[in-house]
């Protein structure tokens, strides 16, 4: 046991305090259901309610839910609501969600701090980021949201948009895609009613004494505020005798214990936060709490053979028995039948002894109830509304996940197109090889972008677009443009840059036009593959490479000279140049002459 409590302690450090809400106002047949092992019972007036409570109303009957935060919901005839979400987180944070599976419901309330409060009905979700009222109706065709008073958030499978003051929408839970918009509120039966208690529970006097937001109105109208010697205290009007903890019962709940619930219609604060203490000339006062923390009930205990006691703790008091409490006088103590399994203690329902009994010690408290393994593996019914599962939705982009039961199973793989040669700027990532025995690979699943279209966002002019624009984007809209590959670099002549063929230095230029090179190889030119790409092609300005051998020149050889007839060897004189002769040198023919 002891290791136990060690493993629990960080746990209890670290989560946060648990809430509770109080049954108020009710008229008719109002049943409630703390836990799903738990039956249907008769609900009583300022019975305290959990997280996974349910509640609901018959014929002619309304009922008043009072939060923690100050926050208010009433039911109508006919009407089921469940405490789908009420909790404290480590930070402070409340989380609350109420969900009304049918019948008519009012809520007035407003998010403190940074708490989350949300309503929901069959098809829809409804989030209050400020003070509003609102209206819920839910019957077995459709869904209606009617807002009285400030803005709400309204999220539904087809939309999510924000509802002003005045307006109404309805939904249909079979046909989820669609949504009608109204701008006005058809007026009911029990509009009236709402607003008399909003009016009531609005303004209390006792909040000038009481830091706590809930509970307060009914201290004004039962009792008054009066100045003591230990500062301000609230003196309830009662008849002579009367003392606390004396007209109600205890009733057993597996986080709390025995919890006290009051007969007394003001009977909320006094009993659970707070204590009482006795004034001799004023009677029995209750003193306001320094800090808002929830008690089942600031009692000692009495335990006998088959019977039980308590009494009121006095303020401040650390009491721990064995030791007799301040307050422990026999006028103050209330006795009552009690069984080892009982999970209700009620002194007006078992026989109560005029004394008190010749054994009895004072305990911290009594023995608690067996906890049966069956009580944690009861469920109930799911409710139309889904509790705190998500709406399943049918258009892409709005605000909630589809379920995992409920989402649409994947689109078939489309056909696998021709192959194409790999373009070499975008290509697809390798796959991984498959394990041996496998088979063929299957083809690969082209996912198209998906095109966001029917989503309906309403937003009235006053809110601004917070979306983010993507700075790479241009101002048309639209897909991103994609940049085209390079161009391949253009195929050149292995013999030179440009496409040009290298100059021919055995041809003549040709007056007016570019000399054309012609070379003609003995050996034929080897045909060069193009370049590939990473390799930069040839410039323009860079030599001619020729891979081709140079031509051969071949020089004409010498014939030997032969015997001629003077006549030719004349001709052939006559045919050599003669040579110029020098100036100085006179002339060998002039001088035979």
């Excluded at 599976?101 to 998010?111: L, M, R």
């Excluded at 006094?270 to 000339?281: E, I, Q, S, V």
């Excluded at 067996?370 to 709406?391: K, Q």
Aim: with cysteine; proline share 16%.
């Amino acid at each position: 046991m002891f290791r136990l409590l060690l493993l629990l302690a960080p746990a209890a450090l670290f989560a946060g305090q648990a809430r509770f809400a109080r049954l108020g106002d009710m008229d008719g047949k109002v049943e409630v259901q703390l836990r799903a092992a738990d039956p249907w019972s008769p609900a009583e007036r300022n019975l305290t309610l959990t997280e996974d409570a349910w509640l609901r109303t018959a014929a002619a009957s309304r009922l008043e839910i009072e939060l923690d935060e100050g926050s208010a919901l009433r039911l109508g005839a006919d009407a089921l609501v469940e405490l789908s979400d009420y909790t404290r987180l480590s930070t402070g944070q409340r989380i609350t969600l109420l969900s009304l599976d049918h019948g008519v419901a009012y809520f007035t309330g407003e998010p403190k701090g940074n708490d989350a409060l949300s309503l929901a009905v069959p098809g829809a979700q409804i989030t209050l980021y400020r003070g509003a009222r609102v209206r819920l109706q839910a019957d077995d065709t459709a869904s209606r949201v009617s807002v009285i008073e400030g803005t709400v958030r309204l999220s539904c499978p087809a939309a999510e948009l924000d509802v002003p003051e005045g307006q109404s929408v309805r939904l249909e839970p079979a046909n989820p895609a669609r949504f009608s918009l109204d701008r006005e509120i058809p007026a009911m039966e029990l509009d009236r009613w709402s607003e008399e208690r909003d009016k009531v529970l609005a303004a209390p006097v006792s909040g000038a004494h009481v830091t706590l937001p809930y509970g307060l109105a009914d201290l004004d109208g039962a009792g008054e505020w009066v100045s003591t010697d230990i500062g301000a205290v609230w003196k309830p009007k009662v008849a002579e005798g009367w003392a606390p903890f004396q007209k109600g019962r205890w009733r057993w709940y597996d986080a709390l214990g025995y919890t006290w619930v009051s007969d007394d219609s003001w009977g909320w604060l006094p009993y659970h936060y707070g204590r009482w203490t006795r004034k001799n000339d004023m009677g029995w006062v209750w003193v306001p709490p320094s800090r808002p923390v929830f008690k089942p009930g600031d009692v000692y205990w009495l335990y006998g053979r088959q019977i039980a006691g308590w009494g009121p703790l006095a303020p401040g008091e650390q009491w721990t028995p064995p030791s007799a409490p301040q307050q422990f006088f026999a006028v103050n103590t209330t006795w009552a039948a009690f069984a080892p399994e009982a999970r209700v203690i009620d002194p007006a329902g078992g026989a109560v002894p005029k004394q008190p009994p010749p054994v009895a010690v004072l305990v911290a408290a009594l023995p608690s109830p067996a906890m049966l393994p069956a009580r944690l593996d009861a469920v109930r019914p799911a409710l139309r509304v889904g509790a705190t599962r998500p709406v399943a939705p049918v258009v892409p982009g709005v605000a909630y996940d589809a379920d995992a039961d409920t989402a649409a199973p994947p689109p078939a793989p489309p056909t696998v197109p021709p192959p194409v040669a790999p373009d070499p700027v975008l290509q697809a990532p390798p796959m991984d090889p498959l394990p041996p025995g496998a088979g063929v690979p299957p083809p690969p699943i082209m996912y198209p972008v998906p095109v966001y279209t029917g989503v309906v966002v309403i937003n009235p002019p006053e809110h601004p677009d917070y979306a983010r624009r993507n700075p790479n984007r241009g101002s048309g809209g639209g897909q991103p443009a994609v940049t085209p590959p390079a161009p391949l670099p253009a195929r050149t002549n292995p013999s030179g840059g440009g496409g040009q063929k290298p100059p021919d230095v055995n041809r003549p230029a040709q007056p007016g036009k570019i000399p054309v090179p012609q070379i003609t190889p003995t050996v034929p030119s080897r045909q060069v593959d193009p370049p590939r790409v990473g390799i930069p092609a040839p410039r323009p300005t860079d030599r001619p490479r020729i891979e081709a051998p140079p031509p051969r020149i071949e020089a004409p050889r010498p014939q030997p000279r032969e015997a001629s007839p003077p006549a030719r060897s004349q001709s052939r004189e006559e045919s050599k140049p003669s040579t110029p002769s020098k100036p100085d040198q006179p002339d060998k023919t002039s001088r035979k002459q």
